[in-house]
Antibody, heavy 114, light 112 residues
């Protein structure tokens, strides 16, 4: 059974940092490109970042470029999102997923508020 | 502000056909293939269509996708109550700042 389990979301203040994790099982993680997608309260889906499994190439949405860093540890079947200089508008549910869109986690809630 | 525009809502009675449009530009839909997702808030999004018109295993053939020029569409035939959800188109945009995967504005489908 394929599983993607995100963790690390919590309430933080503006300007603080947070690291999200996504541990996967049930498929060969090392061969899959991965992405993070978020949904702010009452808003639509927003792509955040992409990581190519073979080349290590990364892409970021303009809204997070320079503040967020995507990475992976194939030995641990884990994907990460380091989020720095968090802002109120970073609040939302963060999903990890395969880039193909076949597999998604259930999401972890990040709340940025003073 | 999304680069892909969808109608905010669509509706139909059970058994009817509903079509959702997705309008983009030459840098996104005009160049790249389109995916469609079904999403119930609080749950994981589900891939319905990839590469414009391909259905993943397990997706009913009631769902179909098409693309023409800089627009795409999703059709749901034989509408069922469980189809009530938000639907998003998505594709890569070849931005000067680097590739971005963009979602459409989303369409809420209501089964009357």
């Amino acid at each position: 059974e394929v599983q993607l389990v995100e963790s690390g979301g919590r309430l933080v203040q503006p300007g603080e940092s947070l690291r999200l994790s996504c541990v996967v099982s049930g498929f060969t993680f090392s061969t899959h490109n991965m992405k993070w997608v978020r949904q702010a309260p009452g808003k639509g889906l927003e792509w955040v970042s992409f990581l190519n499994s073979r080349t290590g190439t990364v892409y970021y949405a303009d809204s997070v470029k320079g503040r967020f860093t995507i990475s992976r540890d194939n030995a641990k079947n884990a994907l990460f999102l380091q989020m720095n200089s968090l802002r109120n508008d970073d609040t939302g549910v963060y999903y990890c997923a395969t880039d193909s869109g076949d597999y998604w986690g259930q999401g972890t809630l990040v709340t940025v508020s003073s | 502000q999304s680069l892909l525009t969808q109608p905010p809502s669509a509706s139909g009675t059970p058994g009817q056909r509903v079509t959702i449009s997705c309008s983009g530009s030459s840098s996104n839909i005009g160049t790249n293939t389109v995916d469609w997702y079904q999403h119930l808030p609080g749950t994981a999004p589900k891939l319905l269509i990839y590469s414009n018109n391909q259905r993943p295993s397990g997706v009913p053939d009631r769902f179909s996708g098409s693309k023409s020029g800089t627009s795409a569409s999703l059709a749901i035939s034989g509408l069922q109550s469980e189809d009530e959800a938000d639907y998003y188109c998505a594709t890569w945009d070849d931005s000067p700042n680097g590739p971005n995967y963009v979602f459409g504005t989303g369409t809420k489908v209501t089964v009357l």
